[in-house]
């Protein structure tokens, strides 16, 4: 199975700030790479699809890039509605399913 | 708004049986593939089974495979899943989400398992 790894674990940041999480396959997944973002007590939020693509109504302040087997999730302007737990996936039809083990992301 | 509203969690003995359910408020339930993933308490994101909108293709978890069992009705807009020899480390709430080819873009609320003696 394809091993996704995510860095840092835990990242303390301020309102404002910009924030990268990095988000690494053991093997090549193209580009089917998602993010989520998951508050606690709720259900996980998709974000990126596609390692890249927005979905819709997501604030144009998150942005991916990345293929193969290096991606990132980057947050351009920290607002108080994104300190959450942020999580990759990839999901290439080939394989099964996995996701990466999570960044804390919390306030200074 | 579609919705997902997963049903069956509870508590249960090590090796004993559940079986969740997944209803959606969608009439294009037959057109998605839909997947379980659980979450430990306090722990991260665990994939664990996917299925086709025909039924054709489906995969698990090695950590689940030969004891859970994925199946749909579309008939009924709803994705069930028997687990059978249950585990305490299967101890987890359990979502329901839809695939949309753009990772999973709908999620129930989740329904809790808890596997304890």
């Known amino acids: 199975d394809i091993k996704m790894t995510q860095s840092p674990s835990t990242l303390s940041a301020s309102v404002g700030d910009r924030v990268t999480i990095t988000c690494r396959a053991s093997q090549s997944v193209s580009s ?6 998951q508050k606690p007590g709720k259900a996980p939020k998709l974000l990126i699809y596609q390692a890249s693509n927005l979905e819709s109504g997501v604030p144009s302040r998150f942005s991916g890039s ?21 999580y990759c996936q990839q ?3 080939y394989s099964p399913y996995t ?10 | 708004e579609v919705q997902l509203e997963e049903s069956g969690g509870g508590l249960v003995k090590p090796g004993g049986s ?13 057109t998605y593939t ?26 698990y978890a090695d950590s689940v495979k030969g004891r859970f069992t994925i199946s749909r009705d579309n008939a009924k807009s709803s994705l069930y899943l028997q687990m059978n020899s249950l585990r305490v480390e299967d101890t987890a709430l359990y979502y329901c989400a839809r695939d949309s080819r753009r990772g ?14």
Not at chain 1, 99 to 108: A, H, P, S
Not at chain 2, 104 to 117: E, M, N, P
């Open chain 1, 32 to 37: 089917w790479l998602a993010w989520y973002q």
């Open chain 1, 66 to 86: 990345g293929s193969g087997t290096e991606f990132t999730l980057t947050i351009s302007s920290l607002q108080p509605d994104d300190f959450a737990t942020y």
């Open chain 1, 91 to 93: 999901y290439n039809s």
């Open chain 1, 99 to 108: 996701f990466g083990q999570g960044t804390k992301l919390e306030i200074k």
């Open chain 2, 18 to 30: 559940l079986r969740l359910s997944c209803t959606a408020s969608e009439s294009t339930f037959n």
């Open chain 2, 34 to 59: 839909f997947t379980w993933v659980r979450q430990a308490p306090g722990k991260g994101l665990e994939w664990i089974s996917s299925m086709t909108s025909n039924s054709q293709y489906i995969k």
């Open chain 2, 104 to 117: 999973f873009d709908l999620w129930g609320r989740g329904t809790l398992v808890t596997v304890s003696a």
